[in-house]
């Protein structure tokens, strides 16, 4: 029998149809129903990328037996902050998203109003949170509960080299101490700047516009005299991305060396407390915990569980082996500072330390008093406010900055638009 080619064609043709056909409806089968689009374990998903976070995180899944698939919602170019959040929103207030959300730089009040965020109280009682950390975590709701729970803890500090320069508290005193002793502030610019915004200038901002673009300005004012004073201006490219990532071991090591006569930085992990504690105990510098307007302490992987999950409980048990002493010592051990201050005392007086500064140079730090350690957990328990960051809000507003302090823009255009950034931002 002979073959028609045309009619051979169409048949290829429909068959080719009706396997696309057959494979789209059996994707929207299971979009409909529920499929999970971020992979087959449990999904978290982070809104940026941390070493630190994304290491405990792993570590976390294989001794609790939790297979889980991170998920970071902008890398690169590919997606932008603002794209990143809107994309979360929408999954959210469609029903879906992932299991567990870490909501660090992120509004938490919004999600928790619109209830989209399961009641995680009974993990958050269960730890040694200091008073500011849990009124912080419950502040939110309005209602008392808690919907996230800090595992982690990022300390501002202020160090210096003289004996006679006097603790500081607060971005001005900071400057006029080190314009009075002639201080360069090294490398530590865009630490400075970032720890200045979160303590000084954003639990300031009210959401009015005219009040708002009077502290942008006197802001702006303060960060180019710090500008001024910085012997590496090329630093500055970094200012608005120097977020929770930066640690502190390089600037107090320039502080102990002599390199630079002070240090305003983060502590976000537990080598850079124990190298501070080491050079305080040698007498090579002297630090204060900064007790500005915002508190001493931010939180940080700060994660909560999706009401809509269809993991609820493997979530559940995932954040609680999170916040349990063993989830505690795999914080520290990942490089983060545990929240809870009851482990955070223990890891800290615990066996001695070897501190990697560089290739060539291997610190070892020997093991820190109880007494010592005490000490120093007082001071965060009796902490004050607490801040819990928007790095939307301090993106916009440092990128003015930038602007303003490339000469792009004067003082009064900068801070009139990061001021109505504040006001769009606030009210979304």
Same mark, same amino acid.
């Given at each position: 029998?002979?073959?028609?080619?045309?009619?051979?064609?169409?048949?290829?043709?429909?068959?080719?149809?009706?396997?696309?056909?057959?494979?789209?409806?059996?994707?929207?089968?299971?979009?409909?129903?529920?499929?999970?689009?971020?992979?087959?374990?449990?999904?978290?998903?982070?809104?940026?990328?941390?070493?630190?976070?994304?290491?405990?995180?792993?570590?976390?899944?294989?001794?609790?037996?939790?297979?889980?698939?991170?998920?970071?919602?902008?890398?690169?170019?590919?997606?932008?902050?603002?794209?990143?959040?809107?994309?979360?929103?929408?999954?959210?207030?469609?029903?879906?998203?992932?299991?567990?959300?870490?909501?660090?730089?992120?509004?938490?009040?919004?999600?928790?109003?619109?209830?989209?965020?399961?009641?995680?109280?009974?993990?958050?009682?269960?730890?040694?949170?200091?008073?500011?950390?849990?009124?912080?975590?419950?502040?939110?709701?309005?209602?008392?509960?808690?919907?996230?729970?800090?595992?982690?803890?990022?300390?501002?500090?202020?160090?210096?080299?003289?004996?006679?320069?006097?603790?500081?508290?607060?971005?001005?005193?900071?400057?006029?101490?080190?314009?009075?002793?002639?201080?360069?502030?090294?490398?530590?610019?865009?630490?400075?700047?970032?720890?200045?915004?979160?303590?000084?200038?954003?639990?300031?901002?009210?959401?009015?516009?005219?009040?708002?673009?009077?502290?942008?300005?006197?802001?702006?004012?303060?960060?180019?005299?710090?500008?001024?004073?910085?012997?590496?201006?090329?630093?500055?490219?970094?200012?608005?991305?120097?977020?929770?990532?930066?640690?502190?071991?390089?600037?107090?090591?320039?502080?102990?060396?002599?390199?630079?006569?002070?240090?305003?930085?983060?502590?976000?992990?537990?080598?850079?407390?124990?190298?501070?504690?080491?050079?305080?105990?040698?007498?090579?510098?002297?630090?204060?915990?900064?007790?500005?307007?915002?508190?001493?302490?931010?939180?940080?992987?700060?994660?909560?569980?999706?009401?809509?999950?269809?993991?609820?409980?493997?979530?559940?048990?995932?954040?609680?082996?999170?916040?349990?002493?063993?989830?505690?010592?795999?914080?520290? !051990? $990942?490089?983060?500072?545990?929240?809870?201050? &009851?482990? +955070?005392?223990?890891? =800290?007086?615990? *066996?001695? /330390?070897?501190?990697?500064?560089?290739?060539?140079?291997?610190?070892?730090?020997?093991?820190?008093?109880?007494?010592?350690?005490?000490?120093?957990?007082?001071?965060?328990? !009796? $902490?004050?406010?607490?801040?819990?960051?928007? &790095?939307? +809000?301090?993106?916009? =507003?440092?990128? *003015?900055? /930038?602007?303003?302090?490339?000469?792009?823009?004067?003082?009064?255009?900068?801070?009139?638009?990061?001021?109505?950034?504040?006001?769009?931002?606030?009210?979304?």
């Amino acid at each position: 029998m002979r073959c028609d080619p045309e009619r051979s064609n169409l048949k290829g043709m429909l068959a080719a149809l009706t396997l696309t056909l057959m494979f789209l409806s059996v994707l929207m089968f299971f979009a409909f129903a529920g499929e999970r689009p971020y992979g087959d374990g449990l999904t978290v998903y982070m809104l940026g990328q941390s070493e630190e976070v994304d290491t405990f995180l792993r570590n976390v899944s294989y001794e609790a037996g939790i297979d889980i698939d991170v998920t970071h919602g902008y890398q690169g170019e590919e997606l932008t902050d603002a794209d990143a959040r809107k994309k979360l929103n929408m999954e959210l207030v469609g029903g879906s998203g992932p299991d567990i959300l870490i909501m660090d730089d992120v509004d938490i009040t919004p999600y928790i109003h619109s209830g989209e965020l399961l009641d995680v109280s009974d993990i958050s009682d269960s730890m040694d949170l200091s008073d500011a950390m849990s009124d912080a975590m419950r502040a939110s709701s309005g209602g008392g509960k808690s919907y996230c729970v800090p595992i982690a803890q990022t300390i501002f500090t202020f160090s210096w080299k003289r004996r006679d320069t006097p603790p500081v508290d607060g971005l001005g005193r900071v400057l006029t101490a080190a314009e009075r002793k002639k201080m360069g502030f090294g490398r530590t610019f865009d630490n400075a700047a970032s720890i200045a915004y979160r303590l000084y200038l954003e639990p300031s901002l009210s959401g009015k516009r005219t009040e708002d673009e009077r502290l942008c300005k006197a802001f702006f004012r303060e960060l180019k005299e710090l500008y001024r004073m910085s012997e590496t201006p090329a630093g500055f490219a970094s200012l608005y991305q120097g977020n929770l990532e930066i640690t502190g071991m390089e600037s107090f090591t320039n502080v102990a060396s002599g390199t630079s006569e002070a240090a305003f930085d983060y502590i976000t992990g537990i080598d850079s407390l124990q190298t501070l504690f080491f050079f305080a105990g040698e007498g090579k510098l002297r630090y204060e915990v900064i007790s500005g307007r915002g508190g001493k302490t931010a939180p940080r992987c700060i994660m909560a569980v999706n009401r809509h999950s269809a993991e609820k409980e493997k979530a559940l048990k995932f954040l609680r082996y999170a916040s349990s002493e063993r989830g505690q010592r795999l914080a520290a !051990d $990942s490089l983060l500072l545990p929240s809870d201050l &009851g482990i +955070l005392q223990k890891v =800290i007086a615990d *066996e001695d /330390e070897q501190i990697v500064m560089t290739p060539e140079y291997t610190l070892r730090i020997p093991r820190v008093k109880d007494q010592d350690a005490q000490k120093f957990i007082n001071v965060l328990r !009796d $902490s004050g406010q607490v801040r819990v960051c928007n &790095g939307a +809000l301090m993106q916009g =507003i440092m990128r *003015e900055a /930038e602007a303003y302090l490339n000469g792009t823009k004067t003082l009064e255009e900068a801070s009139r638009q990061a001021s109505e950034k504040v006001w769009l931002r606030m009210n979304e």
